[in-house]
């Protein structure tokens, strides 16, 4: 019977230690599928902070292209509203320079009242000219009919073929746009 209680006892210890492998077996499986899920998560997270990251970088640009739009913008709009408010100055300056030239004719040009339209019409040529405002059709200049319209031709001995004789009206850019054609007569060739 020693035999037999001896194999028995080899027996239940054979299985104890297969049971305690196969214990150990599934323990490191387990830690092993634990540790490939942790990789896994930390690939996740590094995944997920990249698109954070690129969707902070497109926001970011995005405001910038915002900025950007809205400063193209208002620069416009002011380019415009500027514009629009010279070419209404300019029907003043004709006024003035049309009451210069009748009191040139009625011969009434050192009355002070004349002179001071005379200092008026001036302080607001300088202050154009401040502004950026060029005056188009000076005398002797080359006729461009880009910014100058043809009145008419003279014989001049003093100016050469081509070139502006007299303006009838002054012509002005803005920033090299046109705000008016100067009117003006040219020597003939």
């Not at 709009?77 to 009625?106: A, G, R, V």
């Amino acid at each position: 019977m020693e035999n037999k209680e001896k194999k028995l006892h080899e027996e239940n210890v054979c299985q104890n230690n297969n049971i305690i492998k196969e214990k150990k077996d599934n323990s490191i499986d387990t830690l092993t599928l634990q540790n490939q899920k942790i990789e896994d998560l930390k690939l996740e997270i590094i995944q997920n902070q990249k698109k954070i990251s690129d969707i902070e970088l497109r926001k970011l640009a995005n405001i910038e292209n915002i900025k950007k739009n809205t400063e193209d913008k208002i620069k416009k709009i002011k380019k415009t509203e500027t514009e629009t408010f010279l070419k209404k100055i300019i029907p003043i300056i004709d006024s003035l320079e049309d009451i210069l030239i009748l009191s040139d004719k009625l011969n009434i040009k050192d009355e002070p009242l004349i002179k001071g339209i005379e200092l008026t019409l001036q302080s607001l040529l300088n202050i154009l000219h401040k502004l950026g405002v060029k005056i188009e059709g000076q005398k002797n200049e080359l006729f461009n009919p880009d910014i100058h319209t043809l009145m008419s031709e003279e014989l001049s001995e003093n100016t050469l073929p081509n070139h502006i004789i007299s303006t009838n009206k002054k012509g002005f850019t803005f920033n090299k746009v046109l705000l008016r054609k100067a009117i003006v007569t040219i020597a003939k060739n």
